[in-house]
């Protein structure tokens, strides 16, 4: 996908009423989005595929759903006060704020856009007999900035490590890279901001500062003891959560790819100390299963090992999918040992043990955790989903093929003419299908243009009701990718839909 379709991408969901721009009445709040009447049922369905794949497909996971509000040193404890930060650099003349890393990134793009000129040169230049791989790996000029990108990697992280941060900003410097407001190269010295949200809380006996939590996780890892006691829970076994995090995220990118205010869907799956590893590479792939069984390319993901690992991590890897600005994490999996638990044990001076009945000893569990952002796999679908087809003729529509079973909508009910009896017979076959399908109902305008619209929402069946229906008792029902029509009974309906657009469908091909 190039950048101009993913500008289609962020003017479909805006047109379409999946996703606005937040307060954009008042020109809008930076990297803040809100989601509109169709963008929310999306993101409800990918809870749900999420949710009921963890809850509902595994016996030994449970949910919770934690206060975003938690007592602030659980985030000493957890590291985040300490270590949460994002280095950053200003302009002295633009007043403008960046990230230091992401300026030096920017740069190294150009390295990677003089590559990808040289590719579409040569491969007009040789035509079908062009081998890119080879090219790539032969090629001089593509070696040369190949090695300029290495070298500037090599010392970025040299500076961001060690926390030399006066290294980064010589990098900056060295690289001559200016201010994109002011053009100017007049840098402050590069700084850590600790990416939390914090504000006051009111109690009897003052104010005190509390944060906006940036992780899911912590609200799990205060409950361990809480969950496995009152749910009688034996090693290993899981616990989910999905909510709200928050993170100050200075440089606004890539539409709801970076935001403020985002979603997480994490599950924390407690196991035997020296069992980790096993249930790392079981979530791994299960993970990725989950993320193909939409039927999306798999061309399009690819994992991401870490190489440097968090202090608390003895395994990480990323699921990436391939955007427009290339591979970037969708979701994490971290093998976490007893990091978490162990400090919340230090902070609070009670014990967050398990009791193992079959070894008659007690430990604290060590963690795999599964950490999904769900805005983004809602951009993942989006971009995968959007499709502008040649119909031939001079004809073309816009269809958004998103998975059937996580539509907005499951179905459209159409009568031909909004007279004649055909509204009335369509509100009664509405009136029964709505009770199991999110339904839309439209009589106005050709039905050409209705099929149009639904495409473009990604409904994956519209019913159409005409004066025949009054006689026979059936409708036309119209497949969204196939544009199939065909003559069914009313009574059918609700079968035909089901079997289309169920979740169970999609949940079938995860336990398989
Ligand atoms: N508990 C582990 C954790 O929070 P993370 O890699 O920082 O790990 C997990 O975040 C996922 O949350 C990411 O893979 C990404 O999908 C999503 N995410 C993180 N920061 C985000 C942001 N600013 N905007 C949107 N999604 C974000």
Redesign the pocket.
Same mark, same amino acid.
């Not at 709801?256 to 403020?260: C, G, T, V, Y």
């Not at 950490?371 to 796999?377: E, K």
């Given at each position: 996908m190039s950048e101009e379709q993913f500008k289609n991408v962020i003017s479909h969901a805006k047109e379409y009423g999946f996703v606005f721009q937040s307060s954009e009445i008042y020109d809008g709040l930076s990297?803040v989005y809100d989601y509109g009447q169709n963008g929310v049922e999306l993101k409800k369905n990918i809870r749900e595929y999420w949710w009921k794949s963890m809850v509902q497909l595994h016996d030994n996971i449970v949910g919770v759903d934690a206060a975003i509000f938690m007592d602030p040193k659980v985030w000493k404890a957890s590291g985040h006060v300490d270590g949460f930060s994002d280095p950053m650099i200003d302009n002295k003349d633009s007043k403008k704020r960046y990230r230091a890393d992401v300026l030096i990134e920017d740069y190294q793009e150009k390295y990677r856009v003089k590559n990808q000129k040289e590719i579409t040169k040569a491969k007009k230049r040789f035509g079908d007999s062009f081998d890119e791989a080879q090219f790539v790996a032969t090629n001089p000029n593509i070696a040369r900035n190949n090695a300029k990108i290495a070298e500037i990697d090599q010392r970025l992280s040299d500076g961001l490590e060690s926390g030399e941060l006066h290294k980064v900003k010589e990098l900056i410097e060295d690289l001559g890279i200016a201010c994109p407001v002011s053009g100017s190269k007049n840098w402050t010295d590069v700084r850590q901001f600790n990416l939390m949200y914090s504000t006051q809380m009111s109690a009897t006996d003052g104010e005190s500062q509390i944060y906006l939590r940036?992780?899911?996780?912590q609200g799990i890892f205060v409950n361990y003891l809480n969950i496995q006691k009152t749910g009688r829970m034996k090693l290993p076994f899981g616990i989910a959560q999905t909510g709200k995090?928050f993170?100050n995220?200075i440089v606004a990118r890539q539409f709801?790819? &970076? =935001?403020?205010e985002?979603?997480?869907m994490?599950m924390q799956f407690f196991v035997q100390p020296g069992t980790e590893m096993k249930w790392y590479d079981y979530w791994k792939a299960h993970r990725l299963k989950w993320h193909q069984n939409l039927g999306i390319d798999s061309e399009k993901y690819r994992y991401h090992d870490h190489v440097k690992l968090a202090h608390y991590a003895n395994a990480a890897v990323?699921?990436e999918y391939d955007f427009p600005f290339g591979f970037k994490?969708?979701?994490?999996i971290?093998s976490r040992t007893d990091f978490d638990l162990k400090q919340h044990e230090a902070f609070t001076g009670k014990k967050l043990r398990y009791f193992d009945n079959e070894s008659n000893e007690s430990y604290v569990p060590y963690v795999v955790?599964t950490?999904?952002?769900?805005? &983004? =796999?809602f951009l993942v679908l989006m971009s995968n989903a959007l499709q502008n087809e040649d119909l031939g003729e001079g004809k073309s529509r816009t269809v958004l093929r998103l998975p059937a079973a996580l539509a907005p909508y499951q179905c459209a009910i159409l009568p031909v003419v909004k007279k004649d009896g055909l509204p009335e017979l369509s509100q009664k076959i509405m009136n029964t299908l709505k009770l199991d399908f999110n339904c839309y109902y439209e009589e106005k305008d050709s039905i050409g243009k209705r099929y149009r619209r639904q495409d473009a929402i990604g409904t994956p069946i519209c019913i159409t009701v005409d004066h025949e229906s009054l006689e026979d008792g059936a409708v036309t029902i119209r497949f969204r990718d196939s544009m199939e029509q065909k003559r069914v009974a009313i009574d059918e309906l609700e079968g035909i839909i089901s079997k289309e657009v169920s979740i169970k469908a999609l949940l079938q091909g995860l336990v398989n």
């Open positions: 990297a940036p992780e899911t996780a995090a993170r995220e709801i790819m &970076r =935001m403020k985002f979603e997480q994490e990323d699921i994490e969708v979701e994490g971290h955790e950490s999904i952002g769900l805005d &983004r =796999m």
